[in-house]
């Protein structure tokens, strides 16, 4: 596999804190792109679920979340492949 950021070891990928110099290096805020892109993920995916992703606390994705005005509020964590008890799919003519 290459990788598109090489590191200085063979075969590893350049250190995210090495390639985030290099783009401060550029004039890219790299805190506040990392900030946007979090904010994106909360009002596309419930907050507890980004907060699993990425390794950030809960509090701080649902605070975001209610930040950029995410519509999650009513989102039930849990096992969702389950079925409900009682529950069985309705026969169509097609299936």
Known sequence: MRWLFPGRR??????PDTLSALVND??????AGRASAIRQ??????????????????VT??????QTGGT???????DHLR???????QRTDDS
């Open 26 to 31: 550029l004039g890219i805020p790299t805190t």
């Open 72 to 78: 999650w509020s009513r989102y039930a964590a849990g």
């Open 41 to 58: 993920h909360v009002l596309g995916m419930p907050a507890p679920v980004v907060a699993d992703a990425l390794g950030y606390h809960q």
């Open 10 to 15: 063979a075969g590893q990928p350049m250190h």
């Open 83 to 89: 079925s409900p008890s009682g529950w069985a799919p």
């Open 61 to 66: 994705t649902a605070k975001l979340a209610a």
